[in-house]
């Protein structure tokens, strides 16, 4: 298919999939979503390259004071061919830089591989063929750590809750409770490295006006996920998230990044 007719076919099944006739006609009972499992629509993603800025408060002690700006974020994503997207996420903070590169199956954005570069050489990288996965970790020491292991069921990979919330559409059903699987690595100082599958629970919660860097004021769907308690703001027409917010959790701060540009 020719890029002009991805597109276009992209945009009727984006009009299909949030009409108000198309999501009536969907049962709103709490579902658990799993990459090929037909409730996520990748093909409705297009490549964007959006800014964010990123404010905390400071949580060590309680100084009263408002949020302030610790950095910045770039969130992108590319077409590769008819098959494949890289998303594509910048942290721009003078403390802990980041790059992180994902590719997921355009059609149902299950993971296929993923890496992300840290400050001073430290990186990590993930490899899935199929329901086999494979991690490694190199440290700024130059120590060396890896995993291979085979998952029970698919999962998406953690940190692509933006994606997911703006291409599945029964989440805006009334009442509805999506519930995303994810896979991610658990452990800390002194703790071997483990793979960690995990639920994390989704629902329309309200709506709210938010103002974009021009001036212009968009509605939006507030959505809350659990049980991490973040919020997040969607736009009701594109359906990108233009705002969320982290709660303070263990020593980070609350934390909020907010749509800059475009």
């Known amino acids: 298919m020719s890029n002009a007719g991805a597109a276009s076919a992209a945009v009727v099944l984006l009009t299909r999939a949030f009409s108000p006739g198309f999501l009536s006609a969907q049962s709103s009972s709490p579902v658990t979503v799993r990459p090929g499992g037909g409730l996520v629509t990748g093909v409705l993603l297009t490549p964007t390259r959006r800014e964010f800025t990123i404010s ?17 974020f ?21 403390d802990s830089p980041t790059l992180d ?24 990288s993930w490899e899935f063929r199929g329901r086999r996965v494979l991690w490694s970790v190199l440290q700024p020491d130059g120590e060396t750590e890896s995993l291979d292991s085979t998952l029970s069921e698919q999962a998406f ?38 793979f960690a599958s995990y639920a994390t629970a989704a629902r329309v919660t309200g709506s709210e006006s938010v103002r974009l860097p021009n001036g212009t004021r968009v509605d939006t769907w507030i959505v809350t996920t659990a049980p991490d308690g973040r919020t997040y703001w969607v736009d009701k027409r594109s359906y990108e998230v233009l705002m969320w917010h982290v709660p303070e959790y263990e020593s980070i701060c609350a934390t909020t990044y907010a749509r800059s540009s475009p």
Not at 63 to 72: D, R
Not at 165 to 192: C, E, Q, W
């Open 101 to 124: 590169t994902t590719a997921l199956d355009r059609r149902t954005l299950a993971p296929l591989w993923s890496h992300v570069h840290f400050q001073e050489n430290a990186s990590a």
């Open 56 to 72: 905390a408060t400071a949580c060590e002690v309680d100084t009263g004071g408002l949020p302030a700006k610790v950095g910045s």
């Open 74 to 94: 770039v969130q992108e994503t590319q077409l590769v061919g008819d098959t494949v997207i890289l998303f594509i996420e910048e942290w721009r903070e003078p």
């Open 157 to 194: 990979l953690a940190g692509t809750t933006n994606l997911l919330l703006g291409v599945t559409p029964r989440l805006y059903l009334p009442n509805a409770r999506i519930v995303y699987s994810f896979i991610d690595i658990a452990g800390g100082p002194g703790k071997p490295s483990t």
